[in-house]
């Protein structure tokens, strides 16, 4: 686990009006849809290091608020993993780091949340690539922040799916 702000939000410039990548460019590279979609924009890359910040901006139309504790709308952890993931597989796939059709999950380890996360909050997401094997699963830190307070962190695995991969 990385315990360390992977990017210092206070010096590091992000242009929320005018990100790298908008919903409609990260559709290009991701290819989850609809009430699935969990990034907003993508606000800054680092090649030299394999990083990447971006944000989903949390709505009040977002999916879980009438069943996930109704009248306490409260971002599911699961959700806030699937933030994560759909940053990393990003710059996964921008990059092909791995190769295949998709990235998929292949674990997740040490997630904590540290603070709940509410419809109108502004999650702002960074992730680091810590290990490649290629062709095979790239391993990321990630951390999810609100107003500046970190509110989610872990790793994860992300792995190569091919579309005609199955199961027997």
């Not at 680091?128 to 095979?136: D, L, Y």
């Amino acid at each position: 686990m990385r315990p360390e702000q992977i990017y210092d939000l206070e010096t590091l410039e992000l242009d929320f009006n005018k990100p790298l990548y908008n919903l409609q460019e990260i559709r290009k590279i991701n290819p989850q849809r609809h009430e699935m979609e969990q990034l907003t924009g993508i606000l800054h890359i680092d090649r030299s290091n394999d990083s990447i910040v971006g944000f989903k901006d949390v709505t009040h139309d977002e999916f879980w608020i009438q069943g996930h504790m109704p009248g306490f709308p409260l971002m599911p952890g699961v959700i806030l993993c699937e933030c994560a993931a759909q940053l990393a597989g990003f710059y996964a796939r921008k990059y092909q780091l791995l190769g295949g059709d998709y990235l998929g999950f292949g674990g997740m380890n040490e997630v904590k949340f540290r603070a709940p996360v509410f419809p109108g909050s502004r999650l702002v997401l960074m992730a680091i690539v810590e290990r490649i094997r290629a062709g095979r699963r790239a391993e990321f830190a990630f951390q999810g922040y609100v107003e500046g307070k970190m509110v989610f962190s872990g790793n994860m695995i992300g792995v190569s799916i091919n579309r005609d991969q199955k199961i027997s």
